[in-house]
């Protein structure tokens, strides 16, 4: 059986231990791609889209506008509508407009 901690989880468990990330030395892991570390932050997927393309595709502007989705009825929601081609993936206007 596998074991999932939440985050609150994992913040109890630094605090029993003394251990503050905030208070850490940064440690830029060869392992590990600035992409990957923020892709669960609000926001990070889009950032790391960007800053792929941007490593990718130097001077090349590709802009990017982000649909957001809360919770797993939202996901569902926003997948279907992809899946029928009711969203225009350069704008995601039918997205908003439902919202």
Not at 63 to 78: E, F, N, P, S
Request: a negative charge; proline letters at 3%.
């Amino acid at each position: 059986m596998d074991a999932v901690l939440t985050f609150r989880e994992v913040e109890q468990i630094f605090e029993a231990v003394g251990i503050s990330p905030a208070e850490l030395e940064e440690d830029p892991s060869e392992h590990s791609s600035t992409a990957g570390r923020i892709y669960a932050r609000t926001g990070g997927v889009s950032e790391a889209i960007a800053n792929t393309l941007e490593r990718l595709r130097p001077g090349r502007a590709v802009k990017i506008r982000a649909v957001q989705a809360d919770g797993v009825q939202d996901c569902r929601k926003l997948l279907k509508e992809v899946l029928k081609g009711k969203i225009d993936a350069a704008t995601g206007d039918a997205w908003a407009a439902r919202r």
